[in-house]
């Protein structure tokens, strides 16, 4: 019953686009998507180059930085990044103040937001020493924070990094190792990881990048931005989502693994249930990240001997979803998170903690962003507008009234 038009003509000119489906925030150099043809570029270079040539740590830095760095540039940036991998005894306290059974993101997302009380020494978003050392820190201490989200999930002792190992390992060392034992990092499961990683790096303004975008626009630091970006990350209809297909096929396989009767439901929208790792605000076509992990799934699996019934209910959902009208008209397709959870649960990791390591993936990106939009001229505090529609003016009603 509510006239917009009227509503429109009452406000003024604004533009009223639930979700921001046609309004863009800002301009950025960062990540090209190219939804309709299936292209992802970071700075300009395709994604598919980056994966098979590129590493983790490089594709962090030509995101922050803007170019692909020479050998003594990433050098000195791992160098920085291994030296800074502590975290304060203090903060390690942290820790034992949440219930062992806590979901580890909201942990990720308090121990970042820490940050700010531990490094006050760096939280001025205009000085460009104090911006540099904070992003180090969070690149370095984010992979820590979250092995030691792990292991107080599971009653294990903390280990100290290790800071002769690379990034990956060290985050893989910390999580699965033992004080008494020595770890042999898998370098398959390195590899794995990181190409991971580098698949999640960047996404332009998804939510969680917007939401860093907009507490950051209130001159917000950067750890306080990057904590509010994991929390946007938490839902499941953005980084919950990885862990939402497992679950997904979990239940289709106690069901008895009817890949028609679970389709079946999700075209005839019951209980809401969706087709997770499907579908994407911007990729009316396969996802170009989803292809690549595709293509390394069966790879990966094999080599860490994955579970074969999931793999094969996965398998079975996709290829019936992408013969299907209702799939096709809407132009679902598969995208990043269909084939991750397989995967980072082959490797060991529990269903809860995938949204974690979207979190370490996404961080370059996060910060590439908020760092841009510090330098930009053009930004202005994030402040939406609205279009009213509660009651028009009234007048108070006593208690004894109501
Ligand atoms: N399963 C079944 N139907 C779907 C799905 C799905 N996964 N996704 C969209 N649809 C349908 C909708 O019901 C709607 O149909 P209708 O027109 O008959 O009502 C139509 O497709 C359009 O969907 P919207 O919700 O309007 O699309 P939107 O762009 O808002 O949503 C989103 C995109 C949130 C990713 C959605 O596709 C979804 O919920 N997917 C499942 C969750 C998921 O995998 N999220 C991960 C996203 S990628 C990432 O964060 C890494």
């Given amino acids: 019953g509510i006239d917009l038009g009227k509503l429109l003509a009452k406000t003024g000119m604004v533009t009223l686009d639930p979700g921001f ?15 309709d043809a299936g292209i992802l570029r ?36 791992s160098r920085q990044i291994s030296r800074h991998t502590l975290l ?25 937001s820490a940050l700010s009380t531990f490094y006050q020494d760096s939280l001025n978003p205009f000085d460009d020493n104090q911006v540099e050392i904070s992003t180090i ?5 984010l992979p820590t924070i979250a092995a030691y ?26 999580t699965f190792g033992l004080p008494a034992e020595d770890y042999d990092v898998d370098p398959a499961l390195v590899r794995a990881l990181d190409l991971l990683f580098i698949l999640h790096a960047d996404h332009e303004q998804n939510c969680s990048t917007s939401t860093v975008r907009l507490v950051g626009s209130s ?3 950067l750890f306080a931005s990057i904590s509010a970006g994991i929390n946007a990350l938490f839902g499941p209809l953005h980084g919950g989502a990885n862990s939402a297909v497992l679950e997904m096929l979990e239940k289709i396989r106690q069901d008895g693994g ?26 009316k076509n396969y996802d170009p990240r989803a292809a690549i992990i595709k293509k390394t799934a069966d790879e990966i699996l094999g080599k860490l001997g994955g579970d074969d019934q999931l793999l094969e209910i996965a398998k079975k959902l996709e290829e019936t979803a992408l013969a299907d009208s209702y799939f096709i008209e809407r132009k679902l397709y598969p995208n990043v998170d269909f084939y ?3 995967i980072y649960r082959a490797m060991g990791f529990p269903t809860k903690f995938f949204t974690v390591l979207f979190a370490l993936g996404r961080l370059p990106g996060w910060i590439a962003h908020w760092r841009e939009m510090m330098k930009d001229p053009a930004t202005k505090i994030g402040r939406p507008r609205q279009l009213y529609v509660g009651p028009a003016e009234r007048n108070f009603v006593p208690m004894d009234q109501r």
């Fill in 21 to 35: 489906v046609n309004t863009a925030s800002c301009s950025s150099e960062i990540t090209y998507i190219d939804g």
């Fill in 42 to 77: 970071y700075r300009g270079y395709p994604i598919e180059q980056l994966a098979q040539r590129s590493n983790f740590i490089e594709v962090s830095y030509l995101l922050i930085y803007g170019e692909l760095p020479t050998q003594a540039q990433i050098e000195e940036f």
């Fill in 88 to 112: 304060h005894e203090d903060l390690k306290r942290f820790f034992d103040g949440f219930p062992r059974d806590a979901h580890p993101m909201p942990v990720l997302s308090s121990a970042v």
């Fill in 137 to 141: 820190r969070l690149l370095a201490k």
């Fill in 149 to 174: 989200a792990y292991k107080k999930s599971i009653g294990q002792p903390f280990l100290y990094p290790d800071n002769s190992l690379g990034l990956v390992e060290n985050f893989l060392r910390m």
């Fill in 219 to 221: 001159e917000a630091n």
């Fill in 258 to 283: 009817n890949v028609e009767e679970f389709v079946r439901k999700v075209k005839n929208k019951e209980d809401g249930v969706r087709l997770m790792g499907f579908g994407h605000r911007v990729y």
């Fill in 340 to 342: 991750t959870g397989l």
